[in-house]
């Protein structure tokens, strides 16, 4: 129960899609650096936008917000910029961008008294996160070096921001996020949903890692 190749396959389609889009984004000066600042400056302002209750809109500008971390990493490698400097930023920005999402959200669920959404947003960001903590704790103890702990999960940032986005946009396109004591509105379910999914696939995400590093510790132990 690894997850690795299919995660392994997305990560790399994804990359391929990118990488022209970063080259044309070279060519207009922009660095890598500046696009993952950029990147994150557009995430916010969706984080905003969902806040506000504009849930559509939200969806569309927090894709384009993400698809930066496409962009930046794509644009380095394609340039030979690749620097210990850029990979930190990159991380630190992602999940930087990724909490501000989820707290925008909860402020969104809780001003359209969707309760429920918001402690699923909250659940969401709590498992999105040990996610990127079990990656980064595991690399610091010398396991999955590399691109190896990345590739574990059934759900990276790639996939969680997809479903994410979507959820944020089918919310908008059935009328928004809604609810009364007697009445949830067929966007807040929509929503709810994605969110759902998000924090179950995260919580998977986050037993093939451990079960990835103890058995990494086993073999490396001769047991």
Not at 15 to 29: N, Q, S, T, W
Not at 102 to 127: D, H, K
Request: proline content about 2%; some cysteine.
């Amino acid at each position: 129960m690894n997850g690795s190749r299919p995660a392994a396959g997305f990560r790399d389609r994804v990359r391929h899609i990118g990488e022209p889009v970063a080259l044309l984004f070279g060519r207009l000066g922009l660095t890598p650096n500046g696009l993952t600042v950029l990147g994150f400056a557009i995430t916010v302002a969706g984080a905003g936008l969902a806040a506000l209750g504009l849930w559509l809109v939200a969806g569309i500008v927090v894709f384009a917000g993400g698809a930066f971390d496409m962009f930046d990493g794509a644009l380095a490698r394609a340039t030979g910029r690749e620097s210990k400097v850029g990979a930190f930023l990159d991380s630190v920005f992602d999940r930087w961008g990724e909490s501000v999402v989820y707290v925008g959200i909860v402020v969104g669920c809780l001003n359209a008294g969707f309760n429920l959404g918001a402690g699923l947003a909250a659940a969401a960001m709590s498992e999105a996160f040990l996610v990127s903590y079990t990656r980064a704790r595991a690399e610091s103890l010398g396991f999955g070096a590399g691109r190896g702990m990345a590739a574990v999960g059934v759900a990276p940032r790639e996939v969680r921001l997809v479903i994410l986005s979507l959820g944020l946009l089918v919310g908008g396109l059935l009328g928004g996020i809604q609810a009364t004591p007697t009445a949830t509105s067929d966007g807040a379910r929509a929503l709810a949903i994605a969110l759902g999914v998000i924090a179950i696939l995260a919580t998977i995400s986050v037993i093939q890692r451990i079960i990835h590093v103890t058995k990494q510790a086993a073999i490396s132990d001769g047991k």
